[in-house]
């Protein structure tokens, strides 16, 4: 991502939505605004993970412990994207990498993308729930 920021000279394009300051959000417009903003990006990163899962399961050859190690994988790569956006907690981080491996195994389960989907967007909707309250 640094990267691709330096190329732009703009590092605000990849900037996650929940680094803003909510508390500074005090009309229900602007949290509405927001909380949309975020509940959309959890539908941007499963169309994210679930190829990248899906392409290492492949280049791992499609054996039942390549599924469990791509799935493992992409669960760390998922918690880096995210390291950063929560203010570097250890915690957090191992949270979001069991939360990946259960939205993973539940794509696999489901063959589908929509489950996977709909669980992730409950989760961060709930997690906004607290946030307003």
């Not at 903003?37 to 054996?63: C, D, G, H, W």
Request: charged residues 10%.
């Amino acid at each position: 991502m640094m990267i691709v920021s330096a190329a732009t000279g703009n590092h605000h394009l990849f900037e996650h939505v929940s680094t803003h300051n909510f508390a500074h959000l005090h009309r229900l417009p602007e949290k509405l605004w927001w909380a949309g903003q975020f509940l959309f990006s959890a539908i941007n990163e499963e169309l994210l993970m679930i190829p990248i899962v899906l392409t290492m399961y492949i280049l791992l050859k499609r054996t039942a412990t390549g599924w469990y190690m791509a799935s493992f994988l992409s669960s760390i790569f998922f918690a880096y994207l995210h390291y950063t956006v929560y203010a570097m907690n250890v915690w957090l981080v191992i949270g979001l990498i069991i939360n990946r491996l259960v939205l993973n195994e539940l794509f696999r389960l489901t063959n589908s993308l929509r489950a996977p989907m709909c669980v992730h967007f409950l989760n961060d909707a709930v997690g906004i729930l607290g946030w307003m309250l």
